[in-house]
């Protein structure tokens, strides 16, 4: 069982930049692909970023490529998401999840632990 901690959120206005992280208990931390999801009040869980478990491979989501960032510490069994140029739509708790499958998928279903989740407010 893993156990997933988001820190790192809070209130930003827009432009700014907050950095996430996701701390994982397990020791084996790189035998998981870690994702980044997200969920607004009213709305379906989005796909935010996924990355592989050596790091070498990121897929993004439409809406923050370019402005997102994601990045793993294999050693320090943490997941980062760096978010830059932050808008008001980004506004959401922000949920990191751990993929046992290498095979890389945006599905919310396929992801087997999350964490409790970390809400990001984005002022206008």
């Known amino acids: 069982q893993v156990q997933l901690v988001e820190s790192g959120g809070g209130l930003v206005q827009a432009g700014g930049s907050l950095r996430l992280s996701c701390a994982a208990s397990?020791?084996?931390?790189?035998?998981?692909?870690m994702g980044w999801f997200r969920q607004a009040p009213g709305k379906e869980r989005e796909f935010v970023v996924r990355i592989s478990r050596s790091g070498g491979t990121t897929t993004y989501g439409d809406s923050v490529r370019g402005r997102f960032t994601i990045s793993r510490d294999n050693a320090k069994n943490t997941v980062y998401l760096q978010m830059n140029s932050l808008k008001p739509e980004d506004t959401a708790v922000y949920y990191c999840a751990a993929d046992t499958s290498p095979i890389a998928t945006r599905e919310s279903s396929r992801y087997d632990y999350w964490g409790q989740g970390t809400q990001v407010t984005v002022s206008s």
């Open positions: 397990e020791r084996t931390f790189s035998n998981y692909a």
